[in-house]
């Protein structure tokens, strides 16, 4: 009995050591877009979720500059159509959920209200 313990035990040490490879590499990943995509403030914290749209933004530019590259036009398809770049669909759903909250704290009559 108590060799299976110590196995099960063992192992579940390996699998939190495992776990704690996986995250500590999935933060250098995040750094590593981080200092590797220009659109992305180096001065300021940004969150995982701001990264990722970050580098797909990026992504979609570097796509539509191949695109459009007048060496590459005779040779491809039309661009793809315009698009809002997820950054700012971000931005502006974070200002409508402001407005929103402060509307909503007008109507109760808060007044002041940091945000």
């Known amino acids: 009995l108590s060799l299976r313990y110590l196995s099960e035990r063992s192992r579940c040490k390996m699998e939190e050591e495992d776990l704690f490879c996986l995250q ?14 220009p659109t992305i403030p180096q001065d300021k914290k940004v969150s995982k979720v701001e ?23 005779k040779q491809t398809s039309p661009p793809a159509s315009t698009r809002t770049p997820l950054t700012q669909i971000n931005t502006e759903q974070v200002s409508r959920t402001r407005n929103l909250r402060q509307h909503s704290l007008n109507n109760y009559g808060v007044t002041g209200y940091a945000q």
């Open 51 to 73: 990264i990722l749209q970050h580098v797909i933004d990026y992504i979609l530019d570097l796509q539509l500059a191949l695109e459009t590259h007048p060496a590459l036009l």
């Open 24 to 37: 500590y590499d999935m933060n250098d990943c995040y750094s590593r877009l981080k200092r590797l995509v």
